[in-house]
């Protein structure tokens, strides 16, 4: 595995391994150099299918990549084995299984990855403003059941509270869920803007379904995409631009 890539620090049952891929570690190159994974921003699909190989190869189990449209659907992966296909437009995925990786794609959005204490179940999300607000984590999280003990939660890097400036209907849209979620929210430079802090609202609701037991992004400058830019894809910085993905298995 590349030493580039973040292993997050969590207490995973043995049996569960994760990863965060960075930029770093593929073919690709220019604006999407190098480790790209995303198969729909304008990238050379050569070097994306090489790119995706080598995660295959460092991880050995096989990624299964979505088609993320930023709402709360959840795809179960169970069933078909190593046929099951890309490409299901969904938010979040959960196996039992063990042999495929749940994979989430971001350059921005939170990646969120899941298991319990048992290591019977994983599961992982895509967490944007729209899907985070629409419940995308409250569907992962109810997928575990009560006898697979705590269930833990661990959230990759994504645009930070400094950079991450919204209109008042997002955090309206928090605050009629929580109108704690109030707190995640500072007045921006521009008038009628606000900063949201997405790890945080992110915590918030994942307290709310049950979820204590949450790690890694804190909201602190080295998890942010926007301000690491050797580091993590950032649409919000580039515009154009690869994406970094956040995997769940069983081994």
Not at 30 to 47: C, F, K, M, Q
Not at 75 to 94: I, R
Not at 125 to 151: D, N
Request: charged content about 20%; glycine content about 12%.
């Amino acid at each position: 595995m590349d030493p580039r890539w973040l292993v997050p620090d969590w207490p995973a049952p043995q049996n569960v391994r994760a990863l965060c891929t960075t930029r770093a570690g593929g073919v690709s190159a220019g604006r999407y150099e190098s480790l790209n994974l995303g198969d729909h921003v304008g990238d050379e699909p050569a070097h994306v299918a090489a790119n995706r190989t080598r995660l295959r190869q460092a991880i050995g189990v096989r990624p299964v990549f979505l088609q993320q449209v930023h709402g709360s659907e959840l795809v179960a992966l169970e069933g078909a084995g190593s046929a099951l296909p890309d490409g299901a437009a969904a938010d979040a995925c959960t196996t039992a299984e063990s042999g495929l990786a749940c994979a989430i794609m971001v350059a921005d959005c939170l990646p969120v990855l899941f298991t319990d204490a048992a290591g019977r179940r994983v599961a992982a999300a895509h967490a944007g403003w729209r899907g985070l607000a629409g419940g995308v984590l409250e569907a992962a999280a109810g997928r575990f059941a009560p006898e697979q003990g705590k269930v833990l939660a661990w959230l990759g890097p994504c645009i930070g509270p400094k950079a991450f400036e919204v209109g008042a209907e997002v955090k309206a849209a928090f605050e009629a869920h929580a109108p704690d979620a109030a707190g995640c929210f500072k007045p921006a430079a521009t008038d009628g803007k606000w900063l949201a802090d997405l790890p945080a609202l992110a915590r918030q609701r994942l307290r709310a379904a049950g979820v204590e037991a949450v790690y890694g992004n804190d909201g602190s400058d080295g998890w942010c995409t926007v301000g690491n830019p050797s580091r993590f894809f950032s649409h919000r910085r580039d515009g154009i631009s690869g994406r970094f993905a956040a995997l769940v298995w069983k081994a």
